[in-house]
């Protein structure tokens, strides 16, 4: 499918993201309080910005976001102690401000944007599948020849979004999302501190599995490393490390 360059009648009219963040929830697996993941919310952010676009954030519902802790720099793990960019939003008083009132999926005018980016964290993995109004709209930009981009845990969405056909949207595309290897890694961390038995897993199922069952061509560059593929005007990365990367498929997509 060739995209379609809605800039065409507008040239100087800047390109316009909608980026979609987890509402917080309850693991089922684990009875963590969950959420989106700052990295992959603020890096793709960043990278839109520096090329003057239009970005506006959005959740799956609507209403307060809250993150992943880990993914915050200043939490005590020290896990994301490095992750600059964040520390810049999280510190950036209007920045923040997004996060604490989104707008739901629902109110997303397609013919605004150019593109989609399903942020990821862990919430996504318990939420996604209720969605039904992000799954649409998901659909609906790809459809259009728009551009339809997730990102790690955020892949999640190709499980359940399925064209007009009622084939899944990912079947028969090259792509990538949280590999197995990395799910493994989680694991054995938390049964290794022992915040978690070894009976029980993080996530209740896993993307690369699921990306595969429903006829993907999925796949990934190795544990922890920043990874996106583009395949037309659908684009997906691997994991938190990979939110930048992400970005500039979609901005390579746009014809920039």
């Known amino acids: 499918m060739s995209l379609i360059n809605v800039n065409a009648v507008d040239p100087n009219r800047p390109k316009r993201v909608a980026i979609v963040i ?5 693991s089922t697996t684990t009875g963590w309080e969950v959420g989106f993941w700052w990295s992959e919310l603020t890096h793709p952010y960043y990278e839109f910005k520096e090329r003057g676009y239009e970005v506006e954030i ?6 307060k976001c809250e993150a992943d802790a880990m ?23 209007a920045l923040a401000a997004l996060v604490e009132d989104t707008r739901p ?3 997303i005018d397609v013919d605004r944007f150019d593109a989609i980016v399903v942020a990821g964290g862990q919430a996504p993995m318990f939420t996604v599948e209720s969605a039904v109004d992000l799954q649409s709209k998901f659909v609906e930009f790809y459809e259009r020849g728009k551009v339809a981009a997730a990102l790690c845990h955020g ?3 190709l499980k359940f979004a399925k064209i007009p056909s009622g084939e899944h949207l990912a079947n028969g595309k090259t792509v990538t999302g949280f590999a197995n290897v990395e799910e493994e890694f989680a694991d054995n961390a938390v ?6 038995s ?5 996530m209740p199922w896993r993307i690369e599995d699921e990306l595969k069952r429903i006829g993907a061509n999925y796949i990934q560059a190795g544990m922890w490393r920043s990874f996106a593929v583009r395949d037309g005007n659908l684009v997906t990365g691997q994991q938190n490390f990979s939110g930048a990367e992400t970005a500039r498929l979609v901005i390579a997509a746009l014809g920039e």
Request: glycine share 10%; charged share 15%.
């Open 22 to 26: 987890a509402n917080p929830a309850v």
């Open 58 to 63: 959005f959740s799956y519902f609507g209403g």
């Open 71 to 93: 993914s915050d720099p200043r939490d005590p793990s020290g896990y994301s102690a490095i992750d600059l960019i964040s520390l810049g939003f999280i510190h950036t008083p």
């Open 105 to 107: 999926a629902s109110a």
């Open 155 to 157: 892949c999640a969405i």
């Open 191 to 196: 049964w290794d501190y022992g915040m978690l």
């Open 198 to 202: 070894r009976d029980k897993h993080v």
